[in-house]
């Protein structure tokens, strides 16, 4: 059985920096594609950033181009989003997602795990 669970979130100011982290329970998290998604209070769940399995071609949703960074340690099982420069209207819960075929989607019915989300706070 594949699980999530995402470390890392907190109440931070504007321009601070915060690294989240996502550690997956199997050792096949390294042929799994990562990505993380977001969700604000009252919106809609948002695609983030997310890799493939090879670490490759990396994506990132235009407010965060510059700012965020998605990588893996396949060694440790380990997912992470570095975050900085955070804003106000980064403030929501984080999930971080696997899809066992390697790949990675905007979309997140192709997700087919899901973590328990972290929450993140920017004050002004």
């Known amino acids: 059985q594949v699980h999530l669970v995402e470390s890392g979130g907190g109440l931070v100011q504007a321009g601070d920096s915060l690294r989240l982290s996502c550690v997956c329970s199997?050792?096949?998290?390294?042929?799994?594609?990562l990505a993380w998604f977001r969700q604000a209070p009252g919106k809609e769940r948002e695609f983030v950033a997310g890799?493939?399995?090879?670490?490759?071609?990396?994506y990132y949703t235009d407010s965060v181009k510059g700012r965020f960074t998605i990588s893996r340690d396949n060694a440790k099982n380990t997912g992470y989003l570095q975050m900085n420069s955070l804003k106000p209207e980064d403030t929501a819960v984080y999930y971080c997602?696997?899809?066992?075929?390697?790949?990675?989607?905007?979309?997140?019915?192709?997700?087919?795990?899901w973590g328990q989300g972290t929450q993140v706070t920017v004050s002004s």
């Open positions: 997602a696997v899809e066992i075929s390697g790949g990675f989607d905007l979309k997140e019915d192709d997700y087919d795990y």
């Open positions: 199997v050792r096949t998290f390294r042929t799994f594609g």
């Open positions: 890799m493939l399995w090879s670490a490759e071609n990396e």
